[in-house]
């Protein structure tokens, strides 16, 4: 168990056997973020189908201190600086993808409507864990009693007014279907053998209450690494199914995904769907060339021989969709920090396609926006050491200060890959984020 009591922190715990009160007590607890300008609230919804769960639900709220940076302003450097400076301290944060330009030769040209910053990590004035029906509040500026106290005592509110915001493409279903095609090409010629291609859905002038869609996010999608960020005017409401990578004591942990395919109207068209993506050829290629994009990054970081992957091609069913998870682990080099562990497997295989470099190359060729916050990680860093990071995906991201609304989706190119079928999965991993923001899935029915 985490040690919660860092120098200057008053720390409370209670226990709630009760899973309707423990479930009422979180949703009032992102209520309770509402008051602060800066918070993470990294969320499981209960799935505990990953072997590494640790946490129900964690947060941070408000800012003891921070740092801000921009790719290129030496930010993984500085990261670490911070991390060492505070190193009996949680922080929470987020690297953006296009931290790929400190960690290669590369570059961002696309426009970015939304002006995230590209690292952004905070030491919390207040932290919450749930895990195992206990709740644990730990305060640095306020008696964590009268924290939960509080939250207990918050009213939620009924909704108001059925949400109606409706994205458009940037691209048309012509461009995307025409660029696939040119992946393919590439492939055939030798250049990659698998490109991750993502295209944006946008909304340049949302009115929304970030903390009302998240909350119907969560409830329609119960995402194992759902996240809700913000950093003053920039929100994150994040549904990912997927791990970048976690470090539990001197091993690392990555779960690749790779296959997607929709859930069944019934059980038994469920249990098909499940063995169609299990069976299917193009899936179990495309994960395994990521497996062995993942192996490769962490053998960089870890003592030799002792890279395996834990599970190939494990299904795993979610609220709409089932998924191909694969589980890569190894363990720690004594000399490698963990951020530069990051820094070997950053950005994720899953997201890029292989060879890494190449595909980032075409990706910032072919793709029409910046991917900036997208595809890239949110999570932690603890004080033992630890730390756990998501893949941001299925993830709406939002500037309220300009009204902004971005969600990007995207699937792995591989030779053998049909151009409508791909467009016809962008639509699906879509689908349910779409729902919410119309009002047609705000009971996740």
């Known amino acids: 168990m985490l040690d919660l009591s860092v120098p200057n922190f008053q720390v409370f715990s209670i226990s709630t056997p009760d899973d309707s009160a423990l479930e009422a007590f979180k949703t009032k607890a992102i209520h309770w973020l509402q008051d602060f300008e ?3 609230c990294l969320d499981s919804n209960a799935q505990q189908q990953d072997p590494y769960h640790q946490y129900d639900l964690m947060l941070g709220a408000g800012c003891l201190d921070a740092l801000i940076c921009r790719a290129g302003e030496e930010a993984i450097q500085q990261l670490t600086h911070f991390q060492n400076q505070n190193s009996g301290a949680f922080l929470f944060g987020y690297l953006g993808y296009d931290l790929k330009n400190e960690v290669e030769q590369l570059s961002s040209g696309h426009p970015d409507p939304l002006g995230f910053p590209d690292l952004c990590f905070f030491i919390p004035e207040h932290r919450i864990e749930i895990r195992q029906h206990t709740i644990r509040i730990a305060s640095a500026t306020r008696s964590p009693q009268s924290i939960y106290q509080e939250i207990q005592n918050l009213v939620v509110k009924p909704k108001g007014k059925k949400l109606d915001v409706a ?21 055939s010629l030798g250049n990659i053998y698998e490109m991750n291609f ?14 009302e869609v998240y909350l119907l996010l969560r409830e329609a999608t119960q995402a194992p690494f759902g996240a809700f960020f913000r950093w003053h005017d920039h929100f994150a409401l994040c549904a990912s199914p997927e791990r970048f990578l976690a470090k539990r004591g001197p091993k690392l942990i990555s779960q690749p995904i790779k296959g997607t395919i929709r859930r069944g109207n ?13 069976q299917s050829p193009k899936n179990r290629a495309e994960n395994v060339m990521i497996v062995d994009l993942v192996r490769n990054d962490l053998a960089r970081s870890c003592q030799p021989g002792t890279v395996v992957v834990e599970e190939l091609f494990g299904i795993y069913g979610f609220r709409t969709v089932f998924q191909m998870i694969s589980t890569v682990s190894g363990i720690l080099q004594d000399n490698i920090s963990a951020i530069q562990a990051i820094q070997y497997a950053f950005p994720m295989g899953s997201m890029t396609g292989a060879p890494k470099i190449r595909s980032m190359q075409l990706i910032e060729k072919l793709e029409q926006c910046r991917r900036g916050l997208y595809s890239g990680a949110i999570g932690y860093f603890a004080p033992n050491g630890d730390f756990d990071f998501n893949v941001v995906i299925r993830s709406l991201l939002y500037n309220q200060a300009s009204s902004y609304l971005s969600l990007q989706v995207g699937g792995a190119i591989v030779f053998d890959s049909d151009p409508e079928a791909e467009y016809a999965e962008c639509l699906l991993k879509a689908e349910r984020i779409m729902g919410v923001l119309s009002g047609e899935d705000e009971m996740g029915e």
């Open 38 to 40: 800066q918070f993470c």
């Open 167 to 187: 994205l458009q493409p940037r691209i048309s279903r012509e461009t995307y279907l025409s660029t696939v095609q040119a992946i393919r090409k590439e492939i």
């Open 198 to 211: 993502c295209q944006e859905f946008y909304n340049p002038a949302a009115a929304l209450d970030p903390f």
């Open 266 to 278: 019934d059980p038994l068209e469920d249990l098909a769907l499940r063995n169609e993506l299990f």
